[in-house]
């Protein structure tokens, strides 16, 4: 009978609320955790490639600020030992240098007094020809140079004159008329004397001559007069 068969019929469509509609919220849910999973894998992916790369590029850089502190220190070392290559032949040129200033030997009858040494003479000629006997025996008259010199030549000259390298060469023109200053026989001029003598400044006659007394003090004459004489070399 139809109501029977009715009755017996059995409805296969799915109920609202039933496993079908579960099943779609767990499929969204998949989704969003493989679209974070991608995006987190993705980001692990970038965070390893700039690893990486910092790392390639600190390491090139590390490579490169060695390769430059090796170069400067070969540099350093280099200019060091030349420091001290140059260092070592200035100490030797010093030394011999010193040397040479310490260790000169006067001739005989001479005197040393710092790099110089020194003869008076026991004859007495005009000062042209004891400049003459200075110059055969490889020196000139004595040029004095300071007040230690000048104490020198006084006691190298305690007993009597002698003839110094100082004469009166060079012109000068003054309202009075002509004048003549004192030069070195080195061609030094004349920028101090150290005596207390009182010896002027210019001369009227050329060719005046100046010679150191037993006390150390400086006087002109004229170059014909015959003295004792002092050499220096």
């Known amino acids: 009978m139809p109501d029977a068969a009715g009755d017996d019929h059995t409805d296969n469509r799915p109920q609202e609320g039933g496993p079908r509609s579960e099943k779609q919220p767990a499929d969204a849910q998949r989704r969003i955790y493989r679209a974070a999973a991608f995006c987190l894998g993705v980001l692990c992916i970038l965070m390893m490639v700039g690893i990486i790369a910092s790392s390639i590029h600190f390491t090139s850089e590390k490579g490169e600020l060695k390769i430059r502190y090796d170069h400067l220190n070969n540099n350093y070392s280099q200019l060091l030992e030349q420091v001290l290559v140059s260092n070592s032949q200035l100490q030797e040129e010093v030394k011999r240098l010193k040397g040479n200033i310490e260790g000169k030997l006067c001739p005989r009858g001479w005197k040393k007094f710092g790099c110089s040494c020194y003869i008076r003479s026991d004859k007495k000629k005009i000062w042209s020809d004891s400049r003459a ?61 150290f005596s207390e003598s009182g010896m002027p400044r210019h001369v009227s006659i050329q060719n005046t001559s100046a010679y150191c007394n037993q006390h150390g003090n400086w006087t002109k004459n004229q170059p014909n007069v015959i003295k004792n004489w002092i050499c220096e070399k």
């Open 133 to 193: 006997d200075c110059q055969q025996r490889g020196a000139d008259l004595v040029v004095i140079n300071n007040k230690e010199e000048q104490k020198f030549v006084t006691e190298l000259n305690s007993h009597g004159e002698a003839w110094i390298g100082l004469q009166a060469k060079k012109e000068q023109y003054t309202p009075t008329g002509m004048t003549y200053e004192w030069e070195w026989v080195d061609g030094s001029p004349l920028t101090e004397i």
